[in-house]
């Protein structure tokens, strides 16, 4: 089953054993191949290894062959928008997370980047606003980190 393959992968990901989580994602692609599967979620991880690894334009390739494969999935989208804000492409993340934003209008993630995407560009007021919305949708602590790593990397 490509999708139990594809979770072995993610596993061994999330333990920075990147070598062998590849091994995992590429049998699933490959099997998923022959049976007509959905191989989007093993392309996207494979993306995420490149840029664990630094390597941002392999990575930002597999985000993008992930989205061709399952426009439905939004993952890929949402990690090309982190490279464009890793990169300082602020304008190109945020027009990709409001893409986002208009398919999960409560996501916090993508409400949580597209405020840090303003910040970052220096826009305050837009950061402030957006944080506000964040805090009346969720109480996730992944998005009281964000806010809390935004605030340090610009000394508020």
Wanted: net charge positive.
């Amino acid at each position: 089953n490509p999708e139990y393959w594809n979770h072995v992968g993610t596993c061994l990901m999330l333990d920075k054993k990147y070598v062998q989580s590849l091994y995992f994602f590429n049998l699933s692609i490959k099997l998923a191949s022959v049976s007509k599967f959905d191989h989007s979620a093993a392309l996207n991880n494979i993306g995420l290894i490149n840029f664990y690894q630094g390597k941002y334009q392999e990575s930002f390739n597999y985000f993008k062959k992930a989205h061709q494969v399952n426009k439905n999935l939004r993952a890929p989208v949402f990690n090309m928008a982190q490279l464009h804000i890793h990169f300082g492409l602020y304008d190109n993340a945020r027009l990709l997370l409001i893409k986002l934003l208009s398919q999960a209008p409560a996501d916090p993630e993508v409400l949580s980047s597209i405020g840090i995407a303003w910040l970052l560009k220096g826009n305050f007021k837009i950061y402030g606003f957006s944080c506000r919305i964040i805090t009346t949708i969720t109480h996730h602590i992944v998005i009281l980190t964000h806010q809390k790593i935004c605030h340090a990397m610009v000394g508020i």
